[in-house]
T-cell receptor
Framework: GDSVTQMEGPVTLSEEAFLTINCTYT??????LFWYVQYPGEGLQLLLK?????DKGSNKGFEATYRKETTSFHLEKGSVQVSDSAVYFC?????????????FGAGTQVVVTP | SAVISQKPSRDICQRGTSLTIQCQVD?????MFWYRQQPGQSLTLIAT?????????ESGFVIDKFPISRPNLTFSTLTVSNMSPEDSSIYLC???????????FGQGTRLTVV
């Protein structure tokens, strides 16, 4: 079945450092890929998405490129802020299954220190 | 974008009792999804709720423990029955966008069973 693997945390960074969170997937079809963010005590928010190979999703300085050849969707941000401290989830939705049904990675906690 | 209202936002319940969580979407959707997020863990799909038919449960989840209703295209409920402390989690409902390009989430229900 479909699965998502993302790097374990916590990841601790200093403000203005470069952030990368690795995410790889396995899927039988042609999935859409997502990054969701969960700030402390809050619900789940969509950060960015990509629906086909080579698409680049971007939002709030974060970027991720859908790489079919490496089945990856790594999240990057060039200069993190303390406010980026959160848990980040990589997820996929396979249209061959039920659209909107998401398979999540384990989540990566990011802690940004001043 | 879809707006999903979920309530209650949190509750503390006695073991052996049941809690019903409500989820309201501001647009008509074919499928709705219920997830569980145990403390410090990722999201796990409980079931898919289709209007007019029984919910489809994922492995490890059963209807007797998590009965779901889907009376119309904008509303669903999840009941957590005969609760034990192990049921303490955040429960989230989700629905796909009308365009079918992303999934939206409610704010979640933080359940503590004592």
């Amino acid at each position: 079945g479909d699965s998502v693997t993302q790097m374990e945390g916590p990841v601790t960074l200093s403000e203005e450092a470069f952030l990368t969170i690795n995410c790889t997937y396995t899927a039988t079809g042609y999935p859409s890929l997502f990054w969701y963010v969960q700030y402390p005590g809050e619900g789940l928010q969509l950060l960015l998405k990509a629906t086909k190979a080579d698409d680049k999703g971007s939002n709030k300085g974060f970027e991720a490129t859908y790489r079919k050849e490496t089945t990856s969707f790594h999240l990057e941000k060039g200069s993190v802020q303390v406010s980026d401290s959160a848990v980040y989830f990589c997820a996929l939705s396979d249209a061959a299954d039920s659209w909107g049904k998401l398979q999540f990675g384990a989540g990566t906690q990011v802690v940004v220190t001043p | 974008s879809a707006v999903i209202s979920q309530k209650p936002s949190r509750d503390i319940c006695q073991r052996g009792t049941s809690l019903t969580i409500q989820c309201q979407v501001d647009s008509q959707v074919t499928m709705m999804f219920w997830y569980r997020q145990q403390p410090g863990q990722s999201l796990t799909l409980i079931a898919t709720a289709n209007q007019g038919s029984e919910a489809t449960y994922e492995s490890g989840f059963v209807i007797d423990k998590f009965p779901i209703s889907r009376p119309n295209l904008t509303f669903s409920t999840l009941t957590v029955s005969n609760m034990s402390p192990e049921d303490s989690s955040i429960y989230l409902c989700s629905a796909p966008s009308v365009e079918g390009t992303e999934a939206f989430f409610g704010q979640g229900t933080r359940l503590t069973v004592v």
